[in-house]
């Protein structure tokens, strides 16, 4: 069986929700130091480049609430009423002047009485209820006052029963009062009842019997009483919420008024004890708020409840898009909501963004950890990897005299793994594999090989590399905003080695005031570290350990920092810290730096920042291993980095020679 429904909005030909870009955007947080739930709530709030976020849509409500609070005011009902008033005085004295039938004493004494009258709108009402119009019309008007009365207040409880009893007869109003007291006995049975199957399956025909007999006055057509209760509840709330709106003397008139309503207090009374059940059914409604409207447009009695209800319901949709409670998951975001106050295409916003929520979540890039919490999964790492990697990329072949180095190694043994061709290319095409592309794309006879089949076969090189990184982790590293851009880093060189050179092995060590090594996810996500002193000595020490692991591996020792060695380690495990920097600490690290060279290690310094001693101190570390320094821009660090290790795997090629001068004259060779 087929089902169909109204289409709600939106391109139909939309390409699914990009997450891509929200996997760069929150992968870019998280190195930041944002937990992976915080980076993909703020990518949400923000949005895409083509995405409205939380954030543009809360604004949008909060225009929409302001303006509703700055054009509207409560006394519409109040100053119809007087109109209504004046009409019928206007007709009743003009009435009295014209009638010449009329006894003196009598069109005086009515004369005086009208005059008399209080200024009190609601007064004045009050006390012409027992006057005897001589004019047809202003008895009329003075009808209409409290019909008009009698449809507001009706409107206010259940909407567009202002219109609905517009000309309505004695027997309509009476039709109404019946209802009101049929609906008052459902609410007190249903409050009475124990919650027991016999009592609700009374209370339930005793709903079937209300909605049978009144259901035309209900077009919302609600099929239990908790539906009923609901809709009620949020009305009558909101009514409580306008009276508490008003000013004291518009209140205090409109109670008054309220007794004239349909010619007697029947009717308010009625309204009153269907607020107060429903209050007591359902008391988490705001019944107690109130709002400043400061505009001039004024609203019926009727109108202005709806007001207060589209306040409530911008207020919970703000709610809703702050995501601030627990277990807040856009998923409870009111579309049809969100579309009556904003439009269609704020629906249509908030729906693609719980889309992207939901296949963020879905996607397998965030895992939830033993302790519960989210985090980047493997194949989230592999993804912003391949991106940081594309931007290395595109770095180093926009250089002057650099390309890209599209080769898996450089000496050219086949990996026994293949890859497509792509433009610029110089590996053998793998001819088995590029025909069976062929035929399982065409199975024709003959075989039709398109550029798109082809294949070759990567190499790797001969010579395996132990590749030891070394980012500085302290104080100004964080403060100095360096610290994006050094796990950009070493997140590109990681998928670089991962997915290119895996017959390298890579040691990622982090150093600050102790060094540790870190796989690539505690590195990504380790918050900055506030406390002072740049190890290199123990930094050292535990790549020289690395690379005594893998003694048949060319070393390769990279070092990221902005400072010079203000730690070391004693020979009982403690850290000694000194700034200015103390020659003993000086002394461990060169040590250990030897260390590095006898065990063969190509060395490069990428230093940050512009001190001058650091300079100095770098330029003679270097010199004395054979290494060299390079001092890059922030942006141009992952590119630095990459660009060396791929220049240490060419035997006998310098990385000049390899990839050009592209450090914009700022690195230099030692």
């Known amino acids: 069986m087929s089902r169909y429904r109204r289409y709600d909005g939106g391109d139909p030909l939309a390409a699914p929700v990009d997450l891509a870009e929200a996997l760069d955007a929150i992968g870019q947080d998280v190195m930041a130091g944002y937990s992976p739930e915080r980076a993909m709530s703020e990518f949400l709030r923000r949005g895409g480049r083509d995405q409205a976020g939380l954030d543009d849509l809360a604004r949008r409500l909060a225009e929409r609430r302001r303006e509703i609070l700055e054009r509207h005011d409560l006394g519409g009902t109040m100053r119809e009423v007087r109109e209504l008033l004046d009409k019928a005085l206007t007709a009743e004295r003009g009435q009295l002047a014209r009638d010449i039938t009329m006894d003196d004493d009598d069109r005086a004494f009515r004369e005086l009485q009208l005059g008399a009258l209080p200024s009190s709108t609601a007064a004045a009402v ?70 027991s199957p016999e009592q609700k399956a009374e209370v339930d025909r005793a709903f079937a019997e209300f909605m049978g007999r009144h259901g035309d006055y209900f077009p919302e057509n609600p099929e239990t009483i908790e539906e009923l209760l609901d809709s009620l509840a949020q009305r009558a709330a909101a009514a409580q919420r306008m009276l508490a709106s008003m000013t004291p003397e518009q209140r205090a008139e409109l109670m008054e008024l309220s007794q004239q309503a349909f010619g007697s207090a029947g009717l ?18 705001d019944w107690s708020g109130s709002e400043s409207f400061e505009g001039g447009e004024g609203l019926g009695l009727g109108d202005g409840t ?91 072949s926009g250089r002057a005299g650099a390309r890209e180095s599209r080769t898996t190694g450089m000496a050219g043994e086949p990996s026994g793994a293949t890859r497509r061709w792509e433009f610029g290319t110089t590996e053998p095409w793998d001819v088995p594999r590029t025909i069976t592309n062929a035929v399982l794309r065409d199975g024709g006879s003959p075989v039709r090989i398109q550029i798109d089949d082809v294949e070759v076969a990567e190499t790797e090189a001969r010579t395996q590399a132990a590749v030891a990184l070394l980012v500085d982790t302290s104080f100004s590293m964080a403060m100095d905003g360096r610290w994006v851009p050094m796990k950009r880093t070493a997140l590109a060189l990681h998928q670089l080695i991962r997915s290119r050179f895996r017959g390298d092995h890579l040691e990622l060590i982090g150093f600050g005031r102790h060094a540790e090594v870190m796989e690539i996810e505690q590195l990504t996500a380790l918050d900055a570290r506030w406390a002072k002193g740049t190890n290199l000595h123990h930094a050292l020490l535990l790549a020289n350990r690395f690379f005594r692991k893998h003694p048949n591996a060319q070393p390769v020792l990279l070092v990221v920092t902005d400072g010079e060695p203000t730690a070391h380690l004693e020979s009982d495990g403690e850290v000694w810290f000194s700034y200015p920097p103390d020659p003993v600490t000086i002394a461990h690290s060169v040590r250990e730096l030897d260390g590095s060279a006898r065990l063969g290690a190509q060395v490069t310094f990428f230093r940050l920042g512009e001190d001058p001693g650091l300079a100095r101190f770098i330029e003679s570390m270097a010199r004395r291993v054979g290494g060299r320094m390079v001092s890059p821009e922030l942006d141009d660090l992952g590119a630095a980095v990459v660009g060396s290790y791929l220049g240490s795997r060419g035997p006998g090629t310098s990385y000049r020679d390899h990839f050009g001068d592209w450090s914009g004259g700022r690195g230099f060779w030692v």
Do not use: C
């Open 126 to 195: 009050t006390e012409l209820s027992s006057y005897d119009w001589q004019s047809t019309d202003a008895r009329e008007a003075y009808e209409q006052i409290k019909d008009l009365l009698g449809r507001e207040l009706l409107d206010q409880r259940f909407a567009g029963m202002k219109q609905a009893l517009e000309g309505a007869t004695d027997e309509d109003r009476a039709a109404v009062q019946q209802m009101l007291s049929d609906l008052n006995d459902l609410l007190e049975k249903h409050a009475q009842s124990d919650g």
């Open 306 to 396: 709806g007001a207060l209800q589209d306040l409530a319901q911008l207020d919970a949709l703000s709610d809703q898009l702050s995501q601030s409670y627990g277990g807040a998951r856009l998923d409870d975001i009111d579309l049809d909501a969100l579309a009556r106050q904003l439009g269609d295409e704020a629906a249509v916003d908030a729906r693609t963004l719980q889309e992207l929520e939901r296949a963020l979540r879905d996607s397998g890039y965030l895992k939830r950890g033993s302790d519960g919490e989210l985090r980047l999964s493997p194949k989230a790492m592999r993804q912003l990897g391949k991106a940081l990697l594309r931007d290395v990329a595109d770095r180093m």
């Open 268 to 285: 308010m009374e009625q309204l009153s004890r269907m607020d107060a059940n429903l209050q007591a059914l359902r008391p988490g409604e």
